[in-house]
C-alpha cells in the first residue's frame, strides 16, 4: 500500500468557512478518508476534516507560497 501523504488529523480548534465542492471531489474526499482510515487503523474521518490538513499540506510544501509567505508564519 501506498503511503498517503496525510497522518492522523491532528484535533486543532477550527474556524468556520463554507465552500462548495464538486461532486467528484467530494466522492474522492470520502475516498480519501476511508484510504486513510484503513492506513491508520482508525474509523473514518468526515470528508469536511480532510480539507484543512490537506490544504496546510499543500502549502506547507509550494515552494512559490514559502517564497512570498512574510518570515515567522
Do not use: N, W
Amino acid at each position: 500500500m501506498t503511503k498517503l501523504k496525510l497522518g492522523p488529523l491532528a484535533d486543532d480548534r477550527p474556524a468556520k468557512l463554507t465552500i462548495e465542492l464538486p461532486a467528484s471531489v467530494h466522492r474522492d474526499l470520502m475516498a480519501y478518508a476511508a484510504a486513510l482510515a484503513a492506513e491508520t487503523g482508525g474509523p473514518p474521518c468526515a470528508p469536511e476534516k480532510l480539507v484543512a490538513p490537506m490544504i496546510e499540506r499543500f502549502m506547507a510544501t509550494d515552494r512559490g507560497f514559502r517564497r512570498h509567505r512574510p518570515k515567522g508564519s
